[in-house]
């Protein structure tokens, strides 16, 4: 796992944290910011190009967890269950996958940018 993503088991729930303070995190926030001007990179806007992402391309994720936006950080809470540990991971794997190919979530961001409802 990547430092700017935690997995976290508590008694009834699975937590995921997506730190967007880490310096990979905050470059790429300010990439995407210069393609859209409303993609200002809090953890607000993180959870909904989230949320707009997983829609588009992991449908079966989006009834499986709460958000949470902060200031510097993205949560996510999971049922605590196999099916909600498998969610968790799965949505972990795409942040990493958005954030190590950032390319990916750029032509993400100039193709729907302007669909998305930006805080």
């Known amino acids: 796992m990547k430092d700017y993503v ?8 699975y937590d995921l944290a ?5 310096d990979e995190v905050m470059a790429i926030g ?3 910011e210069e393609i859209n001007e409303n993609a200002y ?5 993180w959870g909904i190009l989230l949320d707009f992402y997983i829609e588009k391309n992991a449908p079966e994720l989006i ?7 902060e200031a510097g950080m993205y949560a996510a809470t999971f049922e605590s ?13 795409i942040i990493i996958s ?7 979530l750029i032509d993400f961001v100039s193709e729907f940018g302007d669909e998305i409802e930006w805080d």
């Open 81 to 93: 269950s196999p099916e909600g540990e498998k969610a968790a991971q799965a949505m972990a794997d």
């Open 30 to 32: 300010e990439k995407l």
């Open 98 to 104: 958005l954030v190590e190919d950032e390319n990916k």
């Open 41 to 45: 990179m809090n953890g607000e806007n």
């Open 18 to 22: 997506f730190y967007i303070e880490e």
């Open 63 to 69: 009834d499986t967890y709460e958000s949470d936006p």
């Open 6 to 13: 935690k997995i976290g088991k508590f008694d009834n729930c």
